[in-house]
């Protein structure tokens, strides 16, 4: 068993296919099979079973992948700890955020980042909670900047911040333009342009709404707040999203914004990394930095 087959049969249960492994390896898909085929005999249990359209995990193989995950977690860790031995001159980390953080939160943390280590590469990509969750646990990026599910028993998170979430409406709303707060039965009828069901808030909104005993009217779902702003702007529904998104939108008399009288809606806002005993220090220093900003 070595590094070569684990990183083939990784690239095979994500993928749940040789073909699609060989390609992302650019590997042939016999030499693939043929890694795969020794690595069950060694073991003494298939890891796969074939279909004509794909592969799917075995019991064992599902106990393979979750052994072979922590291999390379456990070797990025020991990258970043021996090049840390050199007091942060050097590295790469790897970060992930939903649209809301990379916006408002992530630019002035990393900024000062930046200056403080500039020899510290980073890679920023987006995402939603589940996306982002899935890419941690895969290895792809090494820290997630993201609304914080109920449980996350695989993975560690620290708690930077929590964000008020606001009624968001265009200042022409004949109902709501000119209010400064409002009821939750009072959007009962309204057409909503809301986050997708795979956004963590859209979650907490489900049960914000569910608990308040209606099903809401939802007129539009998107992913990004920079894309439901100017849907709202132009009157065609309203929304619910952090008021961090639309502070500087409602100053300028774009946006405007409401706060709900029967009870406080809040999510928290966290980093979310692998479990591990050691902590790379240019972890700690993002975290430091982004709990100031925050």
């Not at 709404?209 to 539009?220: D, N, Q, S, T």
């Not at 990394?273 to 790379?280: A, I, T």
């Amino acid at each position: 068993m070595d590094l070569r087959q684990l990183e083939m049969f990784l690239a095979v249960a994500e993928n749940s296919s040789f073909t699609a492994a060989g390609q992302q390896l650019h590997v042939a898909q016999s030499a693939i099979s043929r890694k795969i085929k020794l690595l069950e005999e060694e073991l003494g249990e298939n890891l796969f079973r074939r279909s004509a359209k794909r592969v799917y995990l075995t019991e064992a193989g599902e106990i393979m992948l979750r052994h072979t995950r922590k291999v390379f977690q456990d070797l990025r860790t020991a990258q970043l700890e021996v090049s840390e031995l050199s007091r942060m001159h050097r590295g790469l980390l790897r970060i992930g955020a939903n649209m809301t953080a990379c916006l408002y939160l992530l630019p002035p943390a990393l900024e000062k980042f930046r200056a403080l280590h500039p020899n510290i590469d980073t890679q920023v990509v987006t995402g939603s909670t589940e996306q982002l969750l899935g890419q941690i646990r895969s290895n792809t990026i090494d820290v997630g900047i993201l609304t914080l599910p109920s449980s996350l028993p695989d993975l560690d998170a620290i708690p930077l911040c929590e964000e008020e979430l606001v009624v968001v409406t265009s200042p022409r709303h004949e109902k709501f333009g000119k209010r400064k707060t409002v009821r939750v039965n009072e959007l009962r009828n309204q057409p909503l342009i809301i986050f997708t069901r795979d956004a963590a808030t859209r979650s907490l909104l489900d049960r914000f709404f569910e608990r308040a005993g209606f099903k809401p009217r939802i007129a539009m779902e998107s992913e990004s707040v920079a894309t439901i702003k100017p849907l709202v702007q132009i009157n065609l529904g309203i929304s619910i999203m952090p008021l961090r998104a639309v502070a500087a939108d409602a100053r300028r008399k774009e946006l405007h914004y409401l706060c709900i009288q029967d009870e406080r809606l809040v999510r928290q806002i966290g980093l979310v990394s692998h479990k591990s005993d050691y902590r790379p220090r240019a972890l700690g220093k993002l975290a430091e930095l982004l709990k100031q900003y925050a």
